[in-house]
């Protein structure tokens, strides 16, 4: 079955996006391991179609991966505009975001360990709002003529090691100043120190443990 790159495109997106939504659903109800299922689900499509490598310094080769339950491969061609690379920047801070909130409040089954693999690299840069990535077309009549401006939207600057740097503070992750972050990336950084520090507590009271039964 041939597909072109629109429906391979929104094949990978419109998977990601539905995993995404009933880990949510399942999160705000209550009922953590289908929360986690679907969780986890997000995690495999955005990793396994290197969605973590989008508008990187570093560029990756687009990537073969089944749908599951139409025995057809997709694969996630690389972004024609600066729409579609904005919302595969925000669909895999979205899948990355809802792991680390299913992970500060259970340690069990954790499904960020798929984020977590060793040959893993996050150079995704952090998302910004999604009207930013919108193409603004605007008209103006100017006396004899009509002029036609076209604004195809903003990306946010290239990235590499992005969550490791932001735990650094590295200089590249702190020269923007917070009012230039989106919603969206503030909320996946809290997320990240959330569960650094649920990670930390956690290590720290089995020590602690270890030591009084010592």
Not at 147 to 160: F, W
Not at 171 to 186: G, W
Request: hydrophobic share 40%; glycine share 4%.
């Amino acid at each position: 079955m041939i597909m072109n790159h629109e429906t391979n495109a929104r094949r990978v997106l419109h998977s990601v996006q539905a995993e995404i939504l009933l880990a949510f659903y399942f999160y705000r109800r209550g009922t953590l391991i289908e929360a986690k299922v679907h969780a986890a689900a997000a995690a495999s499509f955005v990793t396994g179609t290197g969605m973590q490598g989008i508008h990187s310094i570093i560029e990756e080769p687009p990537r073969e991966l089944e749908v599951v339950g139409n025995g057809h491969a997709s694969y996630l061609p690389p972004p024609r505009n600066v729409p579609e690379t904005g919302e595969l920047i925000n669909g895999f801070w979205e899948a990355y975001l809802i792991a680390n909130q299913l992970a500060s409040v259970s340690t069990t089954a954790d499904c960020t360990e798929i984020f977590d693999a060793p040959h893993l690299l996050i150079n995704c840069p952090w998302p910004l709002d999604t009207r930013s990535y919108r193409e603004v077309r605007l008209h103006l009549q100017v006396i004899l003529n009509a002029l036609t401006l076209l604004n195809q939207g903003k990306l946010p600057p290239r990235a590499s090691g992005t969550v490791d740097s932001f735990l650094r503070c590295s200089p590249s992750s702190t020269q923007r100043n917070a009012q230039h972050d989106s919603y969206l990336a503030m909320l996946t950084k809290s997320t990240v120190l959330l569960r650094r520090a649920t990670v930390l507590t956690d290590s720290t009271l089995r020590k602690a443990h270890c030591y009084h039964l010592w």
